[in-house]
């Protein structure tokens, strides 16, 4: 029960600081793209992509509704739009409606649709996806689910979920699940920290302290104390940086010729942290994007 134990208190510990930030974010207006910017006439090509076929566009405008970030709130539109892109298999949007189900937001609470669902995105390899249902296999405690779980974080880890990451570190560092593994925790906590996740900071300093009471781990240890100096300056905006990513998302899409009145679906399996065209370096969804923002700015 021990390792269960240990295990618990991670994810609790993991997910507190994330939940927080979501829940003083509700009722802020700071998050949005469209707050200052006029983001009409890419929502506008959005929604004609969507009922051409794309399921990301569909996706898209579902957050663009249910936030009522550039177009106006509106439950049913939003859960229309979203249903469009779960019938094109959209990972990103499987995924969403797996994340409403599951909550009861916009639609009524559903948990064994939400839990197929889930499995569907995790098929479709969406790293947000396979972030959640790790999740919910670590807090199952059972012992036999555990390998399951590392390797869903493994593979969003592959696909640079900064949550995953930051969870498969902590199960390396605390050698829970895994076997502990301090330089490797250490390589994932500096990725974090030289992509702009200042919340590992913590993390790293911990396991450099670890680590340097080995002599073996010097060189390492020199390493990772000039990472923990280092400050990370963004330069642009996130709001204008937003915006122009909604943009090239629209071009995007329309450069493909798929989503005309002709089309019959999507092959574009969503739009990652490196597609978008940012200068990132992990895809930042805590649990499930569930904004224009949280997609455009690296959050999927």
């Known amino acids: 029960m021990k390792v269960f134990l240990s295990t618990s208190l991670l994810v609790i510990g993991l997910l507190a600081l994330p939940v927080k930030a979501i829940a003083q974010n509700t009722d802020s207006q700071a998050d949005r793209v469209c707050m200052d910017t006029d983001c009409s006439k890419e929502l506008r090509r959005l929604i004609r992509l969507a009922r051409g076929g794309s399921g990301d566009a569909a996706a898209f405008v579902a957050m663009a509704y249910a936030t009522g970030d550039g177009l106006e709130q509106n439950t049913e539109q939003a859960i229309r739009y979203l249903r469009m892109g779960v019938r094109q298999r959209n990972p990103m949007a499987v995924n969403l409606m797996s994340d409403w189900l599951r909550n009861g937001f916009m639609v009524e609470q559903d948990l064994t649709e ?19 249902k790790a999740l919910q296999l670590l807090q199952s405690e059972d012992p036999e689910q555990l390998p399951e779980a590392v390797n869903l974080l493994e593979q969003a880890t592959s696909q640079k ?8 570190a902590q199960l390396k560092q605390h050698g829970v699940g895994v076997e ?15 992509s702009g996740q200042h919340n590992a900071k913590p993390y790293l300093h911990e396991v450099t302290s670890q680590l340097a009471a080995d002599s073996e781990h010097s060189a390492l240890v020199a390493e990772l104390r000039e ?28 450069a493909t010729g798929q989503f005309d009145t002709r089309s019959v679906g999507s092959r574009i399996r969503g739009v990652s942290c490196e597609q978008s065209g940012s200068n990132c370096a992990s895809i930042r969804p805590e649990r499930g994007a569930s904004s224009l923002n949280e997609v455009l700015s690296g959050g999927q």
């Open 114 to 132: 939400a839990a197929r669902l889930l499995e569907q995105a995790v098929k479709l390899n969406y790293a947000p996806a396979q972030y959640n």
């Open 161 to 168: 979920l900064s949550s995953a990451m930051l969870l498969l």
């Open 180 to 194: 502990q593994d301090l330089p490797g925790a250490a390589e994932l906590y500096k990725r974090l920290v030289l």
């Open 227 to 254: 990472v923990e100096n280092i400050e990370i300056i963004r330069v642009s905006g996130q709001q204008f940086q937003t915006s122009n990513m909604l943009e090239g998302l629209v071009k995007r899409l329309s």
